[in-house]
Nanobody
Framework: VQLQASGGGLVQAGGSLRLSCAAS????????MGWYRQAPGKQRELVAS???????NYADYAEDRFTISAHNGKNTVWLQMDGLKPEDTAVYYC????????????WGQGTLVTVSS
């Protein structure tokens, strides 16, 4: 199983980025997909998640600015980030996991998002 994350970069405050995560060796059916982020000196945290049925969940800070979406047939999940703030600077990781037996979890390699003020 491989998760290939892309789309990070340097953007000014107020700008937008769209992260992509393409999965191979696994299908999204029956799984949850999500984006996490880890800022320097901080713990990794959940930004947003989506189920294969389309149910989404967002961290409070992402609720009004970020949108997670997925295409089950393409095994791709996206994170559209608008109104970026310097505090959004972090390495963003995609994850695919299953919460019922058999449980598993796979992580992508991370993509760096840097928001300048």
């Amino acid at each position: 199983v491989q998760l290939q994350a892309s789309g990070g970069g340097l953007v000014q405050a107020g700008g937008s980025l769209r992260l992509s995560c393409a999965a191979s060796g696994i299908t999204f059916s029956g799984n949850k997909m999500g984006w996490y982020r880890q800022a320097p000196g901080k713990q990794r945290e959940l930004v947003a998640s989506i189920t294969s049925g389309g149910t989404t969940n967002y961290a409070d800070y992402a609720e009004d600015r970020f949108t997670i979406s997925a295409h089950n047939g393409k095994n791709t999940v996206w994170l559209q980030m608008d109104g970026l703030k310097p505090e959004d600077t972090a390495v963003y990781y995609c994850r695919v996991w299953r919460v019922v037996t058999p449980q598993y979890s796979y992580w992508g390699q991370g993509t760096l998002v840097t928001v300048s003020s």
